[in-house]
């Protein structure tokens, strides 16, 4: 599925929102335990990374473009993906959000999507992955804040509802990577209720 860029602005938009509405409903809860190792803090700081990277990306223009999908981004950060530094830079990034942590998610994503409508998607940005246009490196942000949101939702023991719009960018991103991952079996049959997805399934 092609995806324009109006539809990748609104998706991102869309899943910026949901973040910044989930993150304000965390209250006295920043020190709870959310993902692995990460707590709510660290988990809301890593997803703000979502939203700063494209900020700290476009400030450095790549050359060329060297990756040319969301999906191939992915593929080319699995490894780094699974490192220690990760877990690291979302703590880094929840404690750099500060006393309020809230009204700093809200103020970045005001401001990065702001950021966002005033590009065509046309620009190349220099990503850990490598050199992308800004309209095939922001459906990986959509993805990063739909996902993490979710995870998010989920800690605070709310409704996982992923804007609909952010959702078809991240799964369209899922079926490509589990189809050429050869996972498109197991994940078939674990959308569809079956019993028995293998342990640590993942299409990441």
Do not use: K
């Amino acid at each position: 599925m092609t995806f324009s860029w109006d539809d990748s602005r609104t998706a991102f938009a869309d899943a910026a929102g949901w973040f910044v509405r989930t993150a304000a409903l965390v209250s006295d809860r920043w020190d709870q335990p959310a993902l692995g190792e990460w707590d709510v803090r660290a988990l809301v700081g890593h997803t703000s990374r979502a939203l700063a990277t494209v900020e700290t990306y476009l400030a450095r223009p790549a050359p060329a473009a060297e990756i040319g999908s969301a999906p191939d981004y992915f593929r080319a950060t699995r490894a780094a993906a699974a490192g220690p530094a990760v877990a690291a830079r979302g703590r880094d990034a929840g404690t750099a959000l500060g006393s309020d942590p809230a009204a700093a998610v809200a103020q970045l994503a005001a401001r990065v999507l702001a950021l966002a409508d005033a590009h065509d998607g046309t620009a190349l940005v220099t990503t850990i992955a490598g050199g992308m246009q800004l309209a095939d490196y922001l459906p990986t942000r959509t993805f990063e804040l739909a996902v993490h949101t979710a995870d998010l939702a989920t800690a605070l023991g709310i409704p996982p509802d992923v804007p609909a719009t952010a959702a078809a960018q991240a799964l369209n991103i899922i079926a490509d990577l589990a189809l050429t991952g050869g996972l498109a079996g197991p994940l078939l049959l674990a959308a569809t209720g079956r019993p028995g997805l293998p342990a640590g399934f993942s299409v990441l």
